[in-house]
């Protein structure tokens, strides 16, 4: 019953951009290493294919920092792959000096089999087992991250593993069936059931969300900032996008004083059981300000400071993104862009319904 709801959800979940951006190839003059000739050659990436419980072969990326305390598990959105997530990635990896991994779900990119929620929940296993066995990355050094509909197979992790340092989760969704009925209750072929788990999370959990996202409405998370049993003072960008938060410059620096705040409360706990890090000066989740609210908020044309994204310009835009970013263009003017997910195949229905997450 429960694998047929799953493909029955995994029809309105999942749009694996197709053709995938990337391909994986075995670089001779490395020695047989595996490469995505796609995407820029970088020291310390090394690219991998990892066998998930359910038989499948997911393809995975690992970026080192040199001087890296921690490692960050990122679970990307719904309409985007690796080779169009890799730029975001290295971008973390050096604004934040962790080390992070990053991986496409079954059926997403080069990875095999199809995209449910299950198999969502292996490829994440497989992800996990990898840092700790070929990586030795201790649970206490793991971050796991989760967007939009990453936040499922992220909390679902966090749920189970109870000493991680740290949660991330960008835009993230109460359940599938919230996402597009304001229901009250659980229902048995619901999915990701985020509301239902985050309370089992132990560790310190940083929610950021965009108070104009129309794709999944900010309630989603500041209710389950509100459900977090170790809150960290959220972040609610005002009028950002489902699509757009990487461009405003208060994304990362608030990322920054987050995974600051873990390595210093990690540092200062040591002996201890348990990490607290909850900020002193937590606003409200009703409140629609950031945490630098007293900061003028540029618009994203504008965030041209240090703390702003900048990508390479041969790098799609679609990197930006993890959703189907026709919802946000809809609402611009009518100059011609080109399109951050060409490849989207999602039929107007679908995105008139908002069944795009």
């Known amino acids: 019953m429960g694998g047929i709801t799953s493909s029955i959800a995994a029809k309105f979940a999942f749009f694996p951009p197709s053709p995938p951006s990337y391909t994986v190839i075995a670089d001779e003059s490395c020695g047989g290493r595996l490469c995505i000739p796609e995407v820029p050659r970088r020291d310390g990436v090394d690219v991998l294919k990892l066998r998930t419980r359910r038989g499948n072969e997911i393809v995975a990326v690992h970026i080192k920092h040199p001087k890296s305390t921690a490692t960050l598990l990122y679970s990307h959105g719904n309409a985007a792959d690796l080779g169009q997530m890799f730029e975001i990635f290295v971008e973390l990896s050096l604004r934040l000096r962790i080390n992070l991994m990053g991986y496409d779900y079954s059926g997403y990119g080069q990875s095999t089999g199809k995209p ?26 793991l971050i796991v991250y989760g967007q939009s509909v990453g936040s499922g197979p992220t909390i679902d992790l966090a749920s189970r593993v ?3 340092r740290g949660v991330v989760l960008h835009s993230p969704i109460l359940s599938g069936m919230r996402v597009l009925y304001p229901i009250k209750r ?7 059931k985020n509301i239902d788990k985050i309370g089992m999370v132990n560790c310190p959990v940083l929610v950021m969300h965009g108070t104009a996202d129309e794709v999944v409405d900010c309630s989603h998370g500041k ?26 410059p208060e994304f990362i620096r608030h990322l920054k004083k987050f995974v600051l705040s873990l390595s210093k409360s990690k540092a200062d706990t040591s002996g201890s059981n ?84």
């Open 223 to 248: 209710q389950l900032w509100e459900l977090c049993k170790e809150k960290y003072e959220p972040l609610w960008l005002s009028g950002g996008g489902h699509c757009n938060l990487e461009i405003y």
């Open 162 to 164: 109870p000493n991680l």
């Open 116 to 141: 449910t929620e299950c198999n969502t929940y292996a490829d994440v296993d497989a992800v996990y087992k990898c840092l700790k066995e070929q990586y030795g990355v201790k649970d206490e050094q």
């Open 274 to 357: 348990k990490t607290t890090v909850v900020s002193e000066n937590q606003p409200k989740p009703s409140e629609s300000s950031t945490s630098d609210a007293s900061e003028p908020r540029p618009k994203p044309s504008e965030s041209g400071t240090s703390d702003a994204f900048k990508l390479r310009p041969d790098i799609p835009e679609a990197s930006r993104n993890s959703l189907d970013s026709r919802l946000e263009k809809s609402k611009k003017s009518n100059k011609p862009e080109k399109s951050r997910m060409s490849t989207d195949r999602v039929d107007r229905f679908r995105r008139r319904k908002g069944l795009v997450w």
């Open 186 to 192: 659980t229902y048995w072929f619901d999915i990701y």
